[in-house]
């Protein structure tokens, strides 16, 4: 596999994209959440094909890449200060910040809220950085022990079980699976309901048999998810909200 960076002019916009060598037997254009271009091609196409495809889907292009920047600069930075708002499984907590005599900071969530205690007298730096911290820290606890009930349930029912799983921190990407049988997950999707992590984690499970987005891929996923549309859809029009969160 090879990455190589292109530049087309679209609109007098100068617009990058990777090109990324593989096996597929097809082209395909992939706009990340952050504007990232990327085009997936086999080895045997040339440049001159790929430039003519990219070409093609200009218009569509820019679109995305324009949507993503208005996106970026409409979120709000997060303070991690008390009455902001947190999302879990899909419902919203208030936050609360307590100062207390401790060495090392604490979640505990309650019926409404997620309570996050931390040692006094540091600086507001320190202290917003020491709640982020408490809380992805609370975060990937919480989704690390869901994931693995959802990936015992779903491996049994599609009988594959995949080699390694991870929880990583992906910017624009919910999951992903090697022809190696590792599979990665965002732990941010523990914001989401859980029908949403279960499809994430079905999909994964999924290109353990099937490594592409063939219709048998999407028969597969429908057999065990038949409302997987919805899911789709919904990651697609709140994604931003898990990410920005």
């Given at each position: 596999?090879?990455?190589k960076k292109r530049f087309i002019e679209i609109e007098d916009n100068k617009i990058a994209y990777t090109v990324v060598k593989t096996r597929r037997k097809t082209i395909g254009i ?216």
């Open positions: 596999m090879t990455d992939i706009v990340e959440r952050n504007g990232e271009v990327r085009v997936r091609a086999p080895f045997r196409v040339s440049e001159n094909q790929i430039f003519k495809v990219v070409q093609k889907k200009a218009d569509w292009i820019l679109r995305k890449v324009n949507e993503a920047a208005e996106r970026s600069s409409s979120s709000v930075e997060r303070k991690f200060a008390s009455g902001e708002k947190l999302l879990y499984l899909g419902d919203e907590y208030i936050l609360e910040t307590v100062e207390k005599d401790l060495a090392w900071a604490e979640v505990i969530k309650t019926e409404n809220t997620v309570a996050v205690y931390i040692p006094g007298g540091m600086s507001c730096e320190i202290r917003k950085q020491t709640i982020k911290k408490a809380l992805e820290e609370w975060y990937r606890k919480r989704f690390s022990e869901i994931v693995k009930e959802r990936v015992d349930r779903y491996s049994l029912r599609l009988k594959v079980f995949p080699r390694k799983i991870a929880i990583k921190d992906q910017k624009t990407r919910w999951g992903s699976c090697s022809k190696k049988g590792n599979i990665n997950l965002n732990w941010r999707l523990v914001m989401a309901p859980v029908d949403i992590i279960d499809y994430v984690v079905v999909h994964e499970l999924c290109h353990l048999k099937v490594m592409n987005h063939s219709k048998d891929f999407w028969n597969l996923v429908m057999s065990i998810l038949p409302n997987c549309n919805e899911s789709r859809k919904w990651l697609k029009i709140n994604g931003d909200r898990l990410i920005n969160s």
